[in-house]
């Protein structure tokens, strides 16, 4: 399946002087496939090590980080050449080989011209955690329990850094072959001109069935191969039970225990109208320093995507960020779905259907779109009761976003915005077709992927 990665993996193969690459993201987003894609289609030959599953390259990596002694051991151990600039070497799940991230930096320092990508999905976990550990039955301040005894050294200014997220919207299209509503849909985001009303509820029909299979590149095939919602549901619940399995494997029990509280309370928080993150909805008389280090291992693990309050929306808007005042999205909308056991036939008919949380679904829709396309997630609320679901800063505009799950649009909230900031601009995402008016931009829901910061 096309990825828009892709593009930028080919930029960093050519770039005379790209270092090694990291390629983050969350469990099962396609890390593994896209780079042996990659290396199929851009290099002579590849060479991919899986290092949870090689005991004897971890047993070799221990004693030996000398690059040149690396690439030797690995040529004999699989039998293949690997030339400079001809052969792609992969080493994945590089969190469970802290050595293999320690030797990234003597290839860049010693051997650029070895074309190296290593993929982890909990390497933002592994080189995070504390430094300081206690034992689980006293205050549990360990993230990562694999090999505790070492520290990991992240080769800081010594790679090259990408993550993948699950697929967005476009990329759902092109694999379902509707490569031409894309180009549709991106020309008319431009004109702002109304699409078709046809071809304008074809895509949204399409947009509501994104919205029950999600990105996960898993159950994106599954749905091509079987045009079945419940073989799609099936392949999310494994995943959601291998993200479960993560959390005890990856961290201590105590620390895993807060990690599941507030996992499993995401979608209570998203349900109520102020979807601010509540503490108390993980535990009764929870509390950020309770729950901190959980919520952090849920976004260094790429499993949650983290939305922060701003208090104005003036340049830069990080200046203005309170990170006390935040909202956690699912990465993947579909996984959302399965985990808060939404059915289906409402899914089906998300523009049309009065269902509160079905607002909350569309607006992680938008939010995990946003992310995906570079866009920090930030929103904004004033001291009376003003709240917008989103807002963008791109150059040198801050553009302010409201999020609508069908046709019935007010923009109170909106209105103080713009006029509070003197916007010049501002995005209104709905079931509405394209076009603007009072210098809001309405952008059908489908057409969010083609909102980037740039």
């Known amino acids: 399946m096309k990825r828009k990665i892709t593009e930028r993996l080919v930029a960093w193969k050519n770039n005379a002087n790209h270092k090694p690459l990291i390629l983050q993201g969350a469990r099962q987003v396609g890390k593994s496939y896209i780079l042996e894609e990659f290396g199929k289609e851009y290099y002579n030959n590849y060479l991919r090590i899986s290092l949870d599953l090689v005991p004897e390259v971890r047993d070799f990596l221990k004693k030996n980080i000398n690059p040149l002694e690396i690439i030797a051991y690995l040529e004999s151990l699989y039998n293949t050449r690997i030339i400079p600039h001809e052969t792609l070497v992969i080493l994945d799940e590089i969190q469970d080989c802290k050595r293999a991230l320690l030797a990234l930096k003597y290839f860049q320092e010693e051997y650029p011209q070895y074309d190296i990508v290593a993929a982890g999905s ?3 976990v592994a080189v995070n955690r504390d430094e300081d550990r206690s034992k689980e039955d006293n205050e549990d301040v360990s993230i990562l329990k ?8 992240f080769p800081v200014g010594k790679v090259d850094e990408l993550t993948l997220y699950p697929m967005d919207f476009e990329e759902f299209l092109w694999a379902t072959e509707n490569h031409i509503l894309v180009s549709e849909i991106r020309k008319h ?12 509820k074809m895509a949204l029909d399409l947009y509501q069935k994104y919205l029950i ?22 392949v999310q619940q494994a995943i959601l039970n291998g993200y479960d399995a993560d959390m005890g494997k990856y961290a201590s029990s105590a620390t895993a225990v807060k990690i599941r509280a507030c996992w499993n309370s995401i979608p209570a928080q998203l349900a109520k109208e102020n979807k601010k993150f509540q503490y108390k909805l993980a535990k009764k008389g929870g509390t950020a320093k309770i ?11 790429g499993v949650v995507l983290k939305c922060r309050l701003v208090t104005h929306g003036y340049i830069p808007l990080a200046a203005y960020e309170d990170d006390s005042d935040f909202k956690i ?15 289906i036939q409402l899914l089906l008919n998300a523009v049309d ?18 992310k995906s396309n570079g866009v920090e997630l930030r929103y904004w609320k004033n001291d ?12 040198m505009d801050v553009i302010p976003v409201e999020v609508k799950k069908g046709t019935k649009v007010k923009a109170i909230s909106m209105n103080t915005f713009i006029k509070d900031y003197q916007s010049n601009i501002a995005y209104r995402i709905s079931g509405k077709n394209f076009g603007v008016g009072n210098d809001i931009k309405s952008i059908p829901l489908y057409a969010v992927f083609c909102i980037d910061s740039e």
């Open 291 to 301: 729950f901190g280090e959980a919520i952090n291992w849920l976004i260094l693990s």
């Open 189 to 200: 985001y431009i004109t702002d001109e109304k699409m078709p009303e046809s071809v304008h």
């Open 384 to 395: 009376n009761t003003a709240e917008l679901e989103f807002v963008v800063q791109k150059n």
């Open 122 to 124: 909990l390497l933002g």
């Open 213 to 234: 299979i999600g990105g996960m590149p898993e159950c994106v095939k599954k749905f091509v191969e079987t045009h079945s919602y419940i073989e799609c549901r099936a």
């Open 146 to 153: 694999n090999e505790s005894e070492e520290e990991f050294s």
């Open 329 to 343: 999205y699912v990465s993947d909308v579909g996984l959302l779905g399965a985990k808060a056991q939404m059915p």
């Open 353 to 370: 259907t009065d269902n509160t949380f079905l607002g909350a679904v569309v607006e992680n829709y938008v939010g995990q779109a946003l």
